[in-house]
């Protein structure tokens, strides 16, 4: 069974800092496009950020260039999102996807998801 296990939210105050990771169980993703969505209550899942398979392309929602960073593991089949400099607006649950093209999982039409962890950023 393919499964994403996000991990890593938690509460922070504003301006801190926080790591997500995403693993990766029952298949390999070593070539697959991943990325990252969060949705705060009342509001739409939305694009975080993503990265093809090799690191080499990587795609960012305006609203957290230059504060988030997202990497990958293929050795470890797991996806981080550093994020910096949180904002109260970060507040949400976020979830990990994976599919084969980056295009893909930028859409929101990944075929693979986690259950989401949730971030609270206090201002």
């Known amino acids: 069974q393919v499964q994403l296990v996000e991990s890593g939210g938690g509460l922070v105050q504003a301006g801190g800092s926080l790591r997500l990771s995403c693993a990766a169980t029952?298949?390999?993703?070593?070539?697959?496009?991943m990325g990252w969505f969060r949705q705060a209550p009342g509001k739409e899942r939305e694009f975080v950020a993503a990265?093809?398979?090799?690191?080499?392309?990587?795609s960012y929602a305006d609203s957290v260039k230059g504060r988030f960073t997202i990497s990958r593991d293929n050795a470890k089949n797991t996806v981080y999102l550093q994020m910096n400099s949180l904002k109260a607006e970060d507040t949400a649950v976020y979830y990990c996807?994976?599919?084969?093209?980056?295009?893909?999982?930028?859409?929101?039409?990944?075929?693979?998801w986690g259950q989401g962890t949730q971030v609270t950023v206090s201002s």
């Open positions: 996807a994976a599919d084969d093209l980056t295009g893909t999982v930028v859409a929101g039409r990944s075929g693979y």
């Open positions: 029952g298949r390999s993703f070593s070539r697959s496009a």
């Open positions: 990265i093809n398979w090799n690191g080499g392309i990587r």
